[in-house]
Every structure is written in C-alpha cells, then in structure tokens.
C-alpha cells in the first residue's frame, strides 16, 4: 500500500499566539512495501508528518492518499480569507471512516509504555484486533501470532506489561499493531532508551517484519540505523522535504550534513579514512561492519 502526500501544510495553534508551522508543502510517496527513514533536527517536523500517516492529525491544507483512502483539505475561501467553517466541516466528516485507516497504518510511539494499559500482556495485544470486531477466540489466535512474531512466548502472557523492559515493552506495543494485520508499520524513535543488544535485537525484529511484507516508516536520529536498514532516507528541515534519496546519497552530501547536525555513520567515517590512506573502497557497497570488511578484502586482491 502506497501512501502519497500532496502539498501538506500542517500548522499547530492556529490563531494563537502560540501559533507554528510544522509542515510546508510536503510531497511525497511513500511506495508499497518500503522501508524509509525519516531524519532531521529536533523540531524538524518529523513527528508531525508520521502523525499525518494514520490521520493522528489531519492537515491544515493539503491531499493525502493511503491506499485508496483520500484525506483532502483543499483550502475553502469566503472573502479571501480560509473560510474555517467549511474547512471543520470536511474534518469532521473525514474522521467518521478514520478507524478502517488505522487498521491499515499501526504507529508505535517513541515512549511505548503510553501505548500499554490492560492488565496482562496478552489482554493488551488482544484489544485491538477485538476493537474492530473479532470474537474472543479470532482476537486470541491473531494475538498469539503477533506475540510469536515479536519472540514473546506463552510464560509473557499472563505477565503486567507494566513490569517488562523497556525492549519486551515494545515488542508488545508493536504486537498490539501486527495483531491487526496493517500494511504499514509507523515507529517513531524505536531504538530511544534501549542498550546495545536491545537495539540490535529490536531492529533484527523489524527487519523480519518487513521480509514479510509490511512498509516500515520509522523516524530516528542513529544515521547508522538508517545506513544499515534503510532503503530510503527523507530529510526535513524547517518543515520541508530537503531531500528524498537513498542514504549514501545523504551521506556524501557533507554541507547538508553539517547544516542538519547530523553524523556520518561511524562504519562511512572509518571507510573515509581509509580512502584517503588510498584504498579505493566504493562507498556503496559498506552498510555496516561486515560489508566493510567484505569491501576491503575485495580492493585487496
């Protein structure tokens, strides 16, 4: 499923004093089945525009397609100023088919714990599937799968999700999503707060995940996440798509780099390095340690 941005514009506090610009004329599409990193500052806009992925927030101006469900606020104007009467209209109108997209496009939050509220593990993945409709025996079944898929096995189900660490916490937040069978898995900032082995074996996770099939969408400030997994990188800057490639594209690209505050993935640094002592490494070809140590060997020979 394909999800496709047209001239978004998002703007919180409008009216206010407090009033901002989060989004600017965003356009983009996110293909079927892909795997895209969104990067940028703090405040770049990059937890808006995921929010915007399952109608969390719906755009101040702008067309949305995902799937074949569109979410279209093209400006109505009385007098030559946005008329917001009509424009809280469509809104309300659009939230009324809101749950069938969200079936569609699960978000896992930065801070997992928020998303976790029942009482036992399995009761808390069991929710959703039996929000849209299944019966107490379809929501188990899905609900088995999904713990399955996550590596949680059957001594997790009766436990608190309360007293879980912070890794097994999100395996069970991300659990609650698979159990309702989306297309397009949504995480924003999902290695935050994890150790060396949890983040690598959380990412491993999400990268079965989409080996079978669904989009992942993630936001995340560890370049060496996006080097490593990441078939596309999307930069934001001030609420602007700044680039759309692939990231060693962004990784060549040290202005913007520097300009973003961003890091070249340590394995690109070393590779640098030796590039410049004269090996002629093809950058390419280096995502992570191993494949630098392939690429070596090869200009070796």
Known sequence: MSIKFEKVNY???????????ALRD?????SDHCFTALIGKTGSGKSTLLQHLNALILPTSGKISIGSYIIDFSLEYKDG???ERKMK???KKKLKDIKSLRKKVGIVFQFPEYQLFEETVLKDV????KNFGKSEEEAKKVSYEALKQ?????SYYERSPFELSGGEKRRVAIAGILALEPDVLVLDEPTVGLDADGEKNFLNLIKDIYSRGTSIILSTHNMDLVLKY???????????IVLADRPHVLFKNEELLKRSVLRKPKVLEFADELIKKGLPLNVENIFDIPSLAKEIDRCKR
């Open 126 to 129: 069991m929710f959703g599937p």
């Open 26 to 30: 965003i356009s983009h599409i996110f």
């Open 11 to 21: 703007t919180y506090d409008i009216g206010l004093p407090s009033e901002k610009v």
């Open 89 to 91: 209209r469509k809104r």
């Open 230 to 240: 990441a078939e596309n990188a999307l930069l934001l800057e001030d609420g602007k």
């Open 150 to 154: 996550v590596d949680l096995d059957s």
């Open 81 to 83: 100023k946005v008329d």
